[in-house]
């Protein structure tokens, strides 16, 4: 599932096999993924690691729970969407350069979280997105040539938790038209 050249001698955790409290105490932890799996583990996982480093595969728009339900979301106006996410962040993310970098494209997906940018904000928590070149014996190597060392690599996979795209596309992930598919259904 890496699909990352090189070997890691630490512990590498899926996604799927994340059981939180304890299990990263006091650990270096990597989370590899997107924007969405970051923010739906990284809370957990910051709660008790020493450290952790968040490496960002592409950048997806957050938004609170409040305002927007995933339901409601999924069929709200684009621009509405991109306005909200683009509040919360600002709202959340008064570093400009932390901003910029949580920032995505034109077409991006869009997760539902309250505590992501907080959470990311902490002095123990940190986010690198340049590309990730290799794994190596102690940690991660980005293409700019630092190894980021850690003791625990978990791989998080955001399939389940975009709720919708936005952008020039228009399209929605398969995973949620899927769920939107099985809301029309259940309110039928």
Not at 35 to 55: K, N, S
Not at 63 to 87: F, I, K, N, S, T
Not at 138 to 167: K, N
Request: hydrophobic letters at 45%; a positive charge; one cysteine or more.
């Amino acid at each position: 599932m890496t699909g990352l050249p090189g070997t890691f001698d630490g512990r590498i955790v899926h996604h799927h096999e994340f059981h939180p409290r304890r299990e990263f105490t006091g650990e270096r932890v990597a989370i590899i993924g997107s924007g969405a799996a970051a923010a739906r583990l990284l809370p957990g996982i910051a709660a008790e690691a020493a450290r952790v480093t968040v490496f960002q595969t592409e950048a997806v728009w957050i938004v609170p729970r409040a305002p927007l339900p995933p339901a409601a979301l999924r069929h709200a106006p684009d621009g509405l969407v991109r306005l909200v996410a683009r509040a919360n962040l600002r709202w959340q993310v008064r570093d400009s350069w932390l901003r910029y970098r949580l920032t995505p494209d034109d077409d991006a997906g869009v997760a539902v979280h309250d505590s992501y940018y907080r959470t990311l904000r902490q002095p123990h928590c940190r986010l690198v997105t340049w590309p990730i070149a290799r794994l190596a014996p102690l940690g991660v190597r980005t293409v700019d040539g630092i190894e980021h060392r850690v003791d625990t690599i978990v791989f998080a996979d955001d399939s389940h938790h975009v709720v919708r795209t936005i952008g020039r596309g228009h399209h929605l992930p398969a995973t949620a038209a899927r769920v939107g598919a099985a809301d029309r259904k259940e309110s039928a």
